[in-house]
């Protein structure tokens, strides 16, 4: 592929864009800030900031849900504000295209629909191709889908866990199981509503995350969080330990277990073997919880791999796709895609 390539992974909770030879040219929150219904007045990491601080006017939201586009016209404006925010200096746009990456286990008219954003934005592609989103995250991880050798990739993130099986090029198996980091803080400050009466913040609940989470009960250790009081309205500081955080969130990762096992018990078994020799790849912002790789490895009987920048793993594979003409091939225009 020649000329100006941009690739894109629309996530749950941010959207990333790869330019040939530059790399990932843009990394921000997929979250949109609207003011009295009508005017976009932040996109990205600055409509984040105002995330839970905004006044009553304001509505700040995340048009991706579930890894699907949930608010199309939203994703559109958020879009064409991200566009218009690297594009300031040239018109880095004209003649583009654009490799996107979609969810496989998802309706055709739900990866069609990333195709009609993308194509209806104010980048005017000239060409838009499709990848599936777990062939890039393997690559991105550093794997070869395209020989007969069957992986196994695992992408927790924030609203879904993606777990396939790809062998020469294609997806074998893939489901998309609506777990991700955003539940674990929802559990997070469920729990911390019902037993400390305080109600807490969704950053202020993924910092107790991040902070305390593990997929195993562990040492103790806690960190003091402010909310407010349910009973006295007042601000609040309290007491939050590991111990809790795991009791809130610890059926999700069981959750996530049993949706491995069953992938591994529908796959053929040559490439079952293959796997058990090279084991589990598990990338996404929510791989690095503590315990996880054990858990999982515990419960499965298999190696597990860790991706470093698990994040960035499916912007990366785009990456790689876009710039290596080897791979160029597993980026399909809709009518190969089957849904032109
Ligand atoms: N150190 C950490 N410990 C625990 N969770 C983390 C850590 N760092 C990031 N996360 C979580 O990872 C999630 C984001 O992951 P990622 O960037 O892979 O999601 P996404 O691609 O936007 O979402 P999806 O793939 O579900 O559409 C968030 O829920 C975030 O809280
Ligand atoms: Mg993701």
């Known amino acids: 592929m020649a000329g100006k390539i941009y690739g894109i992974d629309f996530g749950t909770s941010t959207i990333k864009i790869y330019h040939?030879?530059?790399?990932?040219?843009?990394?921000?929150?997929n979250v949109i800030a609207i003011a009295n219904r009508k005017k976009v007045i932040a996109g990205?990491?600055?409509a984040y900031e105002m995330h839970g601080k905004a006044p009553a006017n304001i509505e700040v939201s995340y048009p991706v849900r579930n890894g699907v586009i949930a608010d199309l016209a939203n994703m559109l404006e958020l879009l064409n504000y991200l566009l218009n925010k690297i594009n300031v200096r040239s018109n880095r746009f004209s003649s583009a295209e654009f490799v996107v990456a979609t969810p496989s286990d998802i309706t055709e008219v739900e990866k069609r629909a990333f195709f009609d954003l993308v194509a209806s934005s104010n980048a005017k592609p000239k060409s838009i191709r499709m990848v599936e989103k777990p062939i890039a995250d393997a690559i991105g991880a550093g794997l070869d889908v395209t020989n007969a050798r069957g992986v196994m990739v695992v992408d927790i993130g924030a609203d879904t866990t993606e777990i396939s099986i790809m062998s020469l090029g294609g997806i074998v198996i893939s489901k998309l199981v609506p777990v991700g980091g955003n539940r674990f803080d929802e559990s997070i400050r469920t729990f911390v509503k019902k037993n400390y009466n305080l109600v807490i913040?969704?950053?202020?609940?993924?910092?107790?995350?991040?902070q305390l989470a593990s997929a195993l009960p562990r040492d103790e250790k806690s960190i003091r969080v402010y909310g407010r009081n349910l009973?006295?309205?007042?601000?609040t500081e309290v007491e939050v330990s590991s111990a809790m955080v795991y009791d809130s969130?610890?059926?999700y990762f069981y959750t996530i277990v049993d949706s491995v096992k069953i992938i591994l018990e529908r796959t053929p078994p040559e490439i079952s073997a293959d796997i058990i020799d090279s084991g589990i790849y598990l990338t996404g912002g929510s791989a690095t919880i503590l315990g996880l790789e054990e858990l999982i490895a515990k419960e499965t009987d298999l190696k597990i791999n860790i991706c470093e920048n698990g994040s960035n793993?499916?912007?990366?594979g785009l990456g790689r796709i876009i710039e290596d003409?080897?791979?160029?091939?597993l980026a399909l225009t809709l009518k190969q895609a089957n849904f032109s």
């Not at 040939?20 to 929150?29: F, P």
């Not at 913040?201 to 991040?210: S, V």
């Not at 793993?313 to 990366?316: G, I, L, M, Q, W």
């Not at 003409?325 to 091939?329: A, R, T, V, Y």
């Open 325 to 329: 003409h080897n791979l160029s091939s």
């Open 313 to 316: 793993t499916v912007v990366n």
């Open 249 to 251: 969130i610890m059926e």
């Open 44 to 46: 990205g990491d600055e």
């Open 231 to 235: 009973v006295t309205g007042l601000p």
């Open 20 to 29: 040939k030879n530059e790399g990932i040219i843009l990394d921000e929150k």
């Open 201 to 210: 913040g969704d950053k202020t609940a993924e910092y107790i995350k991040i």
